[in-house]
């Protein structure tokens, strides 16, 4: 039984390129999270999907920044033209409802922008 | 809103010592509320939780207390090791249709 496996584990873009991050959840899960965690910093929540729904998006910048669950395959979280201070580790984590008792986290993508 | 206050770090200590890292929270109604872990280069993983007040979550040795009347969480451990070392998140979750709310973690070191 896998846990929530993120893709890749590090990427490196340069200014101006686009990111692509991938989150598969847990089997059985349908509720998906993206938080972001800046150096030294704690986790920021960023954007709530279940499946081709995006149910709260309060956190992402209303900008450059898009994410989709669809019915099928992983959850992506986009980032378009990246400048260097969305260098951060991004992490996703899945529960099989949305009380939040249940989140299991993926192990992360750490962004780099040079 | 929801938030969650804890205290700064970082936190060093000897092996053996006791651990209290402290945690309190804002929130309307009776929320769920949670440690996680994260070990150097890992994601979170989930240390101990309690849904209501007066609960005790525990695990590995550690454990915190749901104190309403406090609105607090503290997180303590006995006796530290040093493959504790670590960033500890307290989170809470108010059970509906919202996500989990993070402090911004307390980093602990553990020393031979």
């Known amino acids: 039984n896998a846990g929530v496996m993120q893709n890749p584990r590090h990427l490196v873009r340069r200014r101006g390129q686009e990111a692509r991050l991938r989150c598969s959840p847990m089997k059985g899960h349908s509720h998906v999270y993206w938080y972001r965690q800046l150096p030294e910093e704690g986790l920021k929540f960023m954007v709530y999907l279940q499946k081709e729904n995006i149910i709260d998006e309060s956190g992402m910048p209303k900008e450059r920044f898009s994410a989709e669950f669809p019915k099928e395959g992983p959850s992506i979280l986009r980032i378009q033209q990246v400048v260097r201070g969305d260098s951060a580790a991004y992490f996703c984590a899945s529960s099989p409802d949305p009380t939040g008792d249940g989140y299991t986290f993926g192990s992360g993508t750490r962004l780099t922008v040079v | 809103g929801n938030s969650v206050t804890q205290m700064e770090g970082p936190v060093t200590l000897s092996e053996e010592a006791f651990l209290t890292i402290n945690c309190t929270y804002t929130?309307?109604?009776?929320?769920?509320l949670f440690w996680y872990v994260q070990y150097p280069g890992e994601g979170l993983q989930l240390l101990l939780k309690a849904t209501k007040a007066d609960d005790k979550g525990s695990n590995k040795g550690f454990e915190a207390t749901y104190r309403k009347e406090t609105t607090s969480f503290h997180l303590e451990k006995g006796s530290v090791q040093v493959s504790d070392s670590a960033v500890y998140f307290c989170a809470l979750s108010d059970r509906g249709n919202t996500p989990l709310v993070f402090g911004k973690g307390t980093r602990l070191s553990v020393i031979a």
């Open positions: 929130a309307t109604g009776y929320p769920s």
